[in-house]
């Protein structure tokens, strides 16, 4: 028997399969692309918390190495808050990292009684009674645990900055399934780390209070679209706005629209349209120790953002990439709240980092008024183990919601490392000391 096809329905045919295939295609490509955003969302978020972690880890180490050099009560007690703070904002990115529960709850065991102990021992001195021996030896040892955790998820860090360790990870969470990573390993070897951790003997509850701010900047700015903040991004980059992939939306204090290009990610305000941060992913290949040049690429950079005049306090450099900080001048004297970070890559001298937390949570309208103090009765606060080198107007942040004017001096420690404290112009309490720390890749505070 034989079949006879018309012509028109043969053709019918072909166009109706033509169709289907063009349709399944473009299904599995569109269905492609969102997985790519989500996944490229997730190892943000996961990027972020890990950041977050391994930097705390550090901050609590020299936080609590600090208390060797504390004068008064009240220095005691603002880093018992900082102690406080910074744990609680570790344990908040560790639950963040998808991490099996029993790594999670030994590293977050130390956390909390590291800020307990600290405090207990704060209550004690505001009783009249002096730090014992056994309680300097506590700090001591708890201090030297953190900077070894802080080291192996400075490791795990680095490892986890390239999105494509994150795979396994992503794969499993998309598929909901539970199982170990890389991440765990390491994580478990930050546990064990613990097995020297002190018994800690102390009176008082734990708390995990973390003091929340509202921006001003951004409550007196005025809310912009989608579209709007897609076209300043892409004038930031300078490329089109089409050109930019909406991500997602970040909620919380810095509400922002989180847009993806080529080599990375950039976020702009909801309200105000500020750029809140800039990633760029790439290899930095021979990378050159021209830090100056970085500093003035920097500068540059910042002076373009029509934000204000801005100082350069300190730089890192790292990978590659050099970090400078710069905090707002108000006539001569440093408002260190208001602080941007600037990344600098060592081999091209482009911009890959960007991020304006700092000035976008603090910046404000501020009149200071003439230090009720002289900076020769501030010296006098100043610990006689400290040297004092020089001398200068800075406005800093305190524990809470507000900013304390400060003299800042620049001093020598016992060891030969310079150390800044920085004494209230109005009330002579020793507010802040920072350990500054210097390497071959420039110097940061701690």
């Not at 991490?99 to 004690?124: C, E």
């Not at 409550?219 to 300043?232: D, L, M, T, Y």
Request: glycine share 4%; charged share 25%.
């Amino acid at each position: 028997m034989n079949f006879y096809i018309k012509k028109r329905c043969l053709v019918r045919i072909i166009s109706f399969a033509a169709t289907f295939v063009l349709v399944f295609a473009g299904s599995l490509i569109h269905t492609k692309c969102q997985t790519e955003f989500l996944k490229r969302k997730i190892i943000h978020k996961h990027q972020s918390a890990m950041e977050r972690l391994s930097s705390e880890m550090e901050n609590i180490s020299v936080t609590l190495g600090k208390t060797l050099y504390i004068g008064t009560a009240a220095t005691l007690t603002h880093l018992t808050n900082e102690l406080v703070l910074q744990a609680g904002t570790a344990s908040a990115a560790l639950a963040e990292l998808p991490v099996k529960h029993s790594s999670m709850q030994t590293v977050s065991r130390f956390l909390n009684q590291v800020s307990d102990y600290a405090f207990s021992i704060t209550q004690s001195v505001i009783k009249g009674q002096d730090i014992g021996e056994n309680e300097r030896a506590n700090l001591t040892k708890l201090s030297k645990i953190a900077k070894d955790l802080s080291l192996n998820l400075d490791e795990a860090k680095t490892l986890y900055n390239n999105a494509e360790n994150w795979n396994d990870s992503i794969e499993n969470e998309l598929n909901d399934i539970a199982s170990s990573s890389n991440l765990d390993a390491y994580l478990d070897d930050t546990a064990e780390a613990l097995s020297d951790y002190p018994t800690l003997i102390y009176d008082g509850p734990f708390s995990d209070h973390i003091l929340e701010k509202e921006s001003i900047l951004l409550k007196s700015a005025k809310e912009i679209s989608e579209a709007k903040a897609k076209e300043i991004a892409a004038k930031r980059l300078g490329t089109k706005a089409e050109k930019l992939t909406k991500i997602s939306e970040e909620s919380g204090k810095i509400a922002a629209f989180v847009f993806g290009f080529e080599d990375g990610t950039i976020a702009v305000t909801k309200r105000g349209g500020f750029i809140s941060f800039l990633r760029k992913e790439r290899d930095i290949k021979n990378p050159s120790a021209d830090y100056k040049r970085a500093v003035e690429t920097a500068k540059e950079y910042v002076n373009s953002l029509s934000l204000g005049k801005f100082k350069e306090s300190y730089y890192f450099a790292d990978e590659g990439m050099c970090v400078i900080n710069f905090s707002l001048l108000q006539g001569s004297t440093v408002c260190y709240s208001d602080l941007i970070k600037v990344g600098v890559a060592l081999d091209t001298f482009e911009i890959v980092f960007y991020e304006a937390s700092g000035y976008i949570m603090n910046h404000k309208p501020r009149t200071l008024k003439v230090p009720v103090h002289t900076k020769e009765e501030a010296k006098k606060v100043i610990s006689p183990h400290l040297k004092i080198k020089s001398t200068s107007l800075a406005l800093i942040p305190s524990s809470g919601q507000n900013e304390l004017y400060c003299f800042e001096f620049l001093c020598e420690g016992e060891q030969k490392e310079e150390i800044l404290v920085y004494v209230n112009t109005e009330t002579l309490i020793e507010e802040q000391i920072f350990i500054l720390l210097k390497t071959d890749g420039g110097t940061l505070t701690k």
